[in-house]
């Protein structure tokens, strides 16, 4: 179903604006997705509620409303000026991963690019799930959806405590420690997770003294390398 | 040196601003970075002009000027707001490479978050030199920089075309290819130019065409990585 919306003050326009906001997101259940790939990925994963495009869209499901409008509208919702002119609301699911035998856990990852990132990378390796400390950043943010390419209508994304899930699974640790193993000497254990922390500060003391195995990459002539590089490096290791 | 600023409209500060354009940068071959890290390994590379901080800073030489000012005058020449106080002013160095035994060239790569991070992944695996191709984006975009942290100061930067380089070295692309070989396949060469591609489009046809090798992470689910991930773990690889 096609609509045209040209107020500012239409409800519709307010509701997406506010998905703009976590307590917002929060309280709706729902947030806001860009693009047409994104759209492409939702739509299969039968988790589109509404779109609002510069132009009608074709193939989109009759049960779907389109609401058609105009640039300055669109820029009210969307967080890029939303180049290809098609933002659209989703729902926040709770999607249960079929097993947990791969898992990465980021602890106090703040920056939404880099969260959207790791989930696109932990899609492409076939990891079962993302989980998400307290102090993570939230993963609807449109940020991380955006960075995330899609993924976060394929991947289960759930937040928890490391604590929760240490006991069957050999708990992998990423830190720049004296004593950590290096990667490449690391094999794949049948059931695990994966951990990497802060941008600023790594992983805390405590997620430290639950690791099983504490490794890092090898690298010279700078402190670190971006958390969503070095998740990609581990993840890609470790399948 | 420290002196005090209060004006917006002195000259000092009016110079700085100017460099958050890329034109400007040109002119007068200088950049801005941010924050005590990338101040340390800009002081380190004997390469700060002069700082503008929140409140003098210890330890600088005294040939360089710091200019304290108020918030509201940092904040016109910070990308970020600054949340450590301090931006400087360096200059656009063409660094030499050593050797050009091991490079990774960026093929129209646009995000310049991606740009100064796989900057920052290239130190980090000691690699010689990054390449830019007309196309990729600025690397002295203050965005650039930030992502860089501090690898700027440190790694050779180039502008040029890939054909300057093809000559006696193995060409590496990374494509998404039906032909594409396994990167963990692949031995590290002698003499090699790693070539990463545009987010959106990835590498051009004729770059595909000066390939010695053809390279793809094996990937499921999802088109494709980010090309800053991607070349994380090509260079982890091809070390």
């Given at each position: 179903m096609v609509k045209y919306i040209e107020s500012k003050?239409?409800?519709?326009?307010?509701?997406?604006?506010?998905?703009?906001e976590s307590k917002y997101r929060k309280?709706?259940?729902?947030?806001?997705?860009?693009?047409?790939k994104a759209l492409e990925l939702?739509?299969?994963?039968?988790?589109?509620?509404?779109?609002?495009?510069?132009?009608?869209?074709?193939?989109?499901p009759n049960d779907i409303t389109q609401y058609v409008v105009k640039p300055d509208l669109l820029k009210k919702i969307s967080l890029t000026g939303s180049p290809e002119g098609i933002v659209f609301v989703s729902?926040?699911?709770?999607?249960?991963?079929k097993r947990l035998n791969k898992v990465v856990y980021l602890d106090h990852v703040n920056d939404p690019g880099n969260v959207g990132t790791i989930m696109r990378t932990a899609l492409a390796f076939s990891y079962d799930a993302i989980i998400l400390s307290e102090g993570s950043c939230d993963p609807y943010n449109?940020?991380?959806?955006?960075?995330?390419?899609g993924a976060i209508f394929q991947l289960p994304i759930l937040r928890a405590e490391l604590s929760e899930f240490c006991k069957d699974k050999t708990v992998i640790v990423s830190a720049l420690n004296d004593k950590a193993k290096d990667l490449k000497e690391l094999e794949t254990p049948k059931s695990f997770i994966l951990v990497v922390g802060n941008e600023a500060s790594g992983v805390s003391k405590e997620t430290l003294e639950s690791a099983d195995i504490v490794t890092k990459i090898d690298i010279n002539n700078i402190d670190s390398l971006n958390v969503a590089v070095a998740a990609g490096i581990l993840m890609n290791h470790l399948r």
């Open positions: 003050e239409n409800n519709k326009i307010k509701h997406a604006a506010s998905l703009k309280e709706y259940g729902e947030f806001l997705a860009e693009g047409k939702a739509l299969s994963a039968k988790n589109v509620k509404e779109i609002f495009t510069l132009k009608a869209l074709e193939n989109i729902q926040i699911v709770e999607r249960k991963p449109e940020k991380v959806v955006s960075a995330s390419k």
